[in-house]
């Protein structure tokens, strides 16, 4: 998350009370992609373990997959970003295995599609809304 992409998710941070050190970050593949193509499911599994232990020593209060890639992996979902924001779904980092964490999730969509796609930033608005309100009422 840096230049334009980087710029916009920090206003959005910074709409909803919090600065980019209050939240952690971690991306679901450790390389780009040839071609910055979709990440094949494949790519994704090879790193999800190590993106859920990650989320397991953060322990945040919440999970926020932004974008559709995101949110399929983390969410064991194969629906589209449009149909998976703005919901509160169940997130699981061992969902087969005790011991892991679950937490609250809600997608949105990836600062970089907002850049591509401004009519969205609305929809994109009421998902941090209820991220901030979910963020008080776990306080």
């Known amino acids: 998350f840096v230049g334009p992409s980087g710029k916009l998710l920090e206003r959005m941070l910074a709409a909803i ?18 071609g910055n193509r979709t990440p094949t499911p494949e790519e ?3 790193c999800l373990p190590v993106l859920m232990r990650q989320i397991e020593l953060v322990g945040p209060k919440i999970v926020v997959p932004l974008g559709g890639p995101a949110a399929q ?4 979902q194969t629906t ?26 809600l997608a949105t969509f990836h600062p970089a599609f907002l850049l591509r796609q401004p009519e969205q ?4 608005w009421q998902d941090l809304r209820a991220i901030r309100e979910k963020l008080a009422a776990l306080a």
């Open 17 to 34: 009370g919090l600065r980019r050190d209050d939240v952690y970050i971690a991306n679901t593949l450790y390389w780009r992609p040839p």
């Open 44 to 46: 994704r599994n090879a």
């Open 73 to 76: 992996t983390l969410l064991n």
């Open 80 to 105: 589209g970003i449009t149909r998976l924001r703005g919901r509160w779904l169940d997130f699981e980092t061992r969902p087969d295995a005790p011991g892991g964490l679950a937490l609250p999730a």
């Open 121 to 124: 930033k609305r929809q994109a």
